[in-house]
């Protein structure tokens, strides 16, 4: 049976709705100046890498960046957006049905992302400093479960949609595959913030599609949520594009990650996220593929470096180009992604 789609609001909804992204955006902008005072002032400055997550040397790494390490460029940026999400949030949006679940996700993976660049602005430099990562992993996937285990006992979600297919019923499977959904995209967008504006730029586009799915579905929670994000999100890459003045470090990449990730879940998207995140899931794919290939060929390489962002600059791409181009890509795939939504719900 084929669906009508038919948008009809009130032009006070939309307005509101825009509003909370520029309410985003002002806030940021606000919050900005004090986070740069206390970061230059008590040296917040990201630590360059050292290792690869093999445990190589990161030669080329430090060989692309050298530039970077020759000044002081402050991390944990992200706690600025994180925090006027959560304000706005708070005293305009915050509701038990639509924002409370991706509220609390989003301000739960920021603290573990807060923990670990704290630990890492303490460490010695040697190494990769921060929460040993099987900790970290530990963490966040608890968050993970946390959130599903919400969605199946409080929410009752027990199936997913497949588009151009339906509903598809599992029970309490949704329970692991949400919390695999979850993980896998905060560690996506972690695994993304790797050059000047990347994660910032890409995370904007993917929510800006998340905000006009919740839109045409009716949760507009939801899609103010959403577009609060991206209008914080607009102001700190404002600041973060070359040559950044701060980096989000993981407080902002895990908070926005699992964010994302639980929008996809309430919005009953999770096969149309790979393809709106279709750049996180090859950042995240060249990283396995890489670290795969090492273990099972005898240290051999795939590419020069992984995420593919470093292979593109390793093979000559100026970084302004290849998260540019990246932008792109993410832009187009968040048409796609609507695209797909729209005719999936409604083109059967």
Not at 5 to 14: H, M, Q, R, V
Not at 39 to 60: F, L, M, N, Q, S
Not at 81 to 97: C, P
Not at 194 to 209: C, M, V
Request: charged share 15%; proline share 3%; glycine share 10%.
């Amino acid at each position: 049976m084929t669906q009508t789609l038919s948008i009809a609001f009130e032009t006070s909804k939309f307005a509101e709705i825009f509003a909370f992204a520029f309410a985003g955006f002002v806030m940021t902008m606000i919050l900005t100046p004090i986070y740069t005072t206390l970061a230059y002032r008590y040296e917040w400055w990201k630590k360059p890498r050292e290792d690869t997550v093999t445990g190589e040397k990161a030669t080329i790494f430090n060989k692309l960046h050298a530039h970077k390490h020759q000044r002081h460029i402050p991390t944990m940026a992200g706690v600025v957006f994180l925090l006027s999400v959560v304000l706005i949030t708070l005293a305009s949006n915050l509701s038990r049905e639509q924002t409370w679940l991706p509220l609390a996700a989003f301000v739960a993976a920021g603290l573990v992302g807060l923990i670990d660049d704290v630990i890492n602005l303490k460490g010695s430099g040697k190494g990769v400093a921060g929460l040993p990562s099987r900790v970290k992993f530990a963490l966040v996937t608890g968050i993970a479960i946390a959130c599903s285990l919400y969605f199946f006992s409080k929410l009752d979600v027990e199936s997913i949609n497949i588009p151009f297919f339906g509903d598809l019923f599992l029970g309490w499977l949704v329970v692991p595959l949400f919390a695999f959904v979850i993980v896998a995209t905060a560690n996506a967008v972690n695994i993304s913030d790797g050059l000047d504006g990347l994660a910032g730029g890409l995370t904007s586009s993917a929510f800006g599609a998340y905000a006009i799915i919740a839109f045409i579905d009716q949760r507009y929670g939801v899609a103010a949520f959403c577009m609060t994000i991206l209008g914080a999100l607009l102001s700190y890459t404002w600041f973060n594009i070359f040559p950044a003045r701060f980096f989000m470090g993981d407080v902002g990449s895990f908070s926005l990650g699992m964010a994302l990730g639980v929008v996809a879940i309430i919005t009953n998207t999770v096969f149309i996220l790979p393809i709106i995140g279709i750049v996180f899931v090859a950042e995240a794919g060249s990283t396995i593929i890489q670290v795969l290939s090492k273990k099972l060929r005898g240290g051999k390489k795939i590419f020069k470096i992984a995420p593919i962002h470093h292979h593109f600059e390793a093979i000559g791409w100026p970084e302004t180009k290849v998260t540019m181009r990246f932008w792109i890509i993410g832009q187009v795939s968040g048409l796609v992604g609507l695209m797909i939504y729209v005719l999936g719900v409604y083109g059967q």
